[in-house]
C-alpha cells in the first residue's frame, strides 16, 4: 500500500509539473502575442492620422475592430499576467512611440 501511494504521489507531481510547464508557456505567448497587437493597434491609429488617409471609413473600421479584439485579448490578462507585466510593457511601448516621434 504504501507503494502505491508513493508512485501515485510521484505521478501526481509528474503531472502537475507538466500542467504548470503548459501554463506558463501559454502565458508567455499570450503576453506576446498582447504586445504584438498592442503595437499593431497604434501603427492603424497612426495610419489613420495621416493627412492622406484621414476620415477614412475602412481604416476607422479596422481601428474600431482592433479595438475590440484588444479588448477581448485584455480578458486573459490574469494569465500572461503571469510572465509578462503588462504595465511595464505599455510604457516600454510608450518610449519606443517617443523615440521613434523624435527622429
Avoid: H
Avoid at 504504501?2 to 500542467?19: D, G, H, M, P, R
Avoid at 482592433?66 to 490578462?77: A, P
Amino acid at each position: 500500500m504504501f507503494i502505491l501511494s508513493v508512485l501515485l504521489n510521484i505521478t501526481l507531481a509528474w503531472y502537475v509539473y507538466k500542467v504548470l510547464a503548459k501554463l506558463l508557456y501559454t502565458a508567455d505567448n499570450l503576453g506576446d502575442l498582447y504586445v504584438a497587437f498592442r503595437m499593431y493597434e497604434r501603427f492603424c491609429d497612426s495610419l489613420y492620422e495621416m493627412d492622406m488617409f484621414y476620415g477614412e471609413p475602412v481604416i476607422k473600421e479596422l481601428i474600431d475592430k482592433t479595438k475590440l479584439v484588444r479588448e477581448e485579448l485584455q480578458r486573459f490578462e490574469d494569465i500572461y499576467g503571469l510572465t509578462t507585466d503588462a504595465e511595464l510593457l505599455e510604457e516600454e511601448m510608450a518610449d519606443d512611440e517617443a523615440q521613434e516621434e523624435a527622429r
